[in-house]
């Protein structure tokens, strides 16, 4: 019996495109397209699919909050995050919200078929990299940081290591899918808990306690 799958994309090309490249599997059957979060939602309820391919940077609904969603009411689906975002927020992100695999959009269709087979039979698929990335941030988890800073959140960690790297607020929150004002809010206890005043303070801090570099 083939497995049923979405593909959830807000670029119809590239998802018609992922469309017929999967036809030519007899172990796969698309059973429905969605171009946002919130299509994704309303075709899974409809279609029930054992495993939808979610991209994350989408209008209306982005991925991650699809997923989190889409877990909620149908846990039983698996969810394969293909993203061009290699950042590591995004793919803790999704991770973070049920996702069962994560690949990158210039992966191979053999790859692509792996991780389909793979989610549907109850496992985790990330690409290798993703996977030495992870391991790597486990084994150094900051501790030198957290020493540094140990009144600060791991949130908190986050969004002051973003502040140093430059990003703006708004830049801040859709990294860590969070609102502007959410973003503002850490920042002010930040700058509370550190006794500083202002983001050029925030940089320097960073710098100096290693928490980002020039």
């Known amino acids: 019996m083939p497995i049923k799958v979405i593909i959830v994309d807000d670029h119809r090309l590239f998802r018609e495109g992922l469309v017929n490249l999967l036809l030519d599997s007899n172990d796969i059957e698309i059973v429905a397209e969605a171009e946002n979060g919130h299509d994704a939602i309303t075709k899974s309820k409809e279609f029930k699919p054992d495993?939808?391919?979610m991209d994350i940077g989408m209008p209306v609904l982005n991925g991650v909050e699809a997923t989190k969603l889409l877990l909620k009411e149908l846990p039983d689906i698996k969810i394969i995050a293909l993203s061009m975002h290699s950042d590591r927020q995004y793919i803790k992100g999704m991770l973070e919200a049920g996702a069962s695999g994560y690949l990158f959009k210039n992966c191979t269709y053999n790859q692509l078929i792996e991780a389909v087979n793979s989610v549907n039979s109850g496992k985790i698929y990330l690409e290798n990299e993703i996977t030495e990335g992870l391991i790597h941030d486990y084994l150094h988890k900051e501790e030198s940081i957290h020493d540094n800073t140990p009144n600060l959140t791991e949130r908190e960690l986050e969004i002051l290591k973003l502040i140093a790297e430059g990003?703006?607020?708004?830049?801040?929150?859709?990294?860590l899918f969070i609102s502007i004002?959410?973003?503002g809010t850490h920042k002010q206890n930040i700058l509370v808990k550190l006794g500083l005043n202002t983001n050029t303070d925030l940089i320097k801090y960073a710098l100096k306690k290693g928490i980002a570099s020039l």
């Open 51 to 53: 495993v939808v391919i």
């Open 167 to 175: 990003k703006s607020t708004r830049e801040i929150g859709e990294i």
């Open 181 to 183: 004002k959410t973003v």
